[in-house]
């Protein structure tokens, strides 16, 4: 004898579930233009947008303000074989021994991913020749695990959820 419990779930796997379309921004082959983007300009100063409002962990400046980041320095590139949009980011540490770049980058990174509400690859990098260990930050700012280890850590994530929050 099933329960009425059994028989329902029963039943409920027999049906098929409706298939609804997915929304542009969730599907991976979208166009720029599907995901609301006249063109790779307007990309580019929408993330300019989001970028410019971070404020420095060490100064009461914003990262525009401090000439961090900058519009040149984004690059919306090819999109990858799935279409999905490829921005790279380049961002110039105030001076060449900056402690703070790592953390920056990842504000960066945290900013955008955030912000964005469709799939992006994104690449962060300091300016060529901006920082005497540009090379160890950019693998660090781009290794997703690194990321989210340093994401865990409570008090380097109030350091960046303070840095990327948006002023009232």
Do not use: W
């Not at 993330?47 to 404020?55: A, K, Q």
């Not at 540009?134 to 850590?153: C, F, H, T, V």
């Amino acid at each position: 004898m099933l329960s009425f419990f059994s028989k329902l779930s029963l039943n409920n796997a027999q049906q098929s579930p409706a298939e609804l379309p997915k929304p542009a921004y969730m599907d991976k082959s979208a166009s720029l233009q599907e995901l609301g983007y006249k063109d790779d300009d307007e990309l580019r100063e929408t993330i300019y947008d989001f970028l410019r409002t971070i404020r420095d962990p060490e100064k009461p400046s914003t990262l525009e303000d401090l000439k961090v980041v900058y519009e040149e320095g984004i690059f919306v590139k090819e999109p990858t074989a799935d279409k999905v949009p490829v921005l790279r980011v380049e961002y110039n540490p105030t001076v060449p021994h900056c402690s703070l770049a790592t953390l920056i980058g990842l504000c960066i990174r945290i900013k955008i991913l955030r912000s964005l509400h469709h799939p992006v690859k994104l690449d962060v990098y300091i300016k060529k020749g901006a920082h005497t260990t540009e090379d160890e930050i950019n693998k660090q700012i781009n290794d997703k695990e690194r990321i989210a280890a340093a994401m865990e850590n409570p008090n380097l994530r109030n350091l960046v959820e303070n840095c990327i929050a948006e002023e009232e």
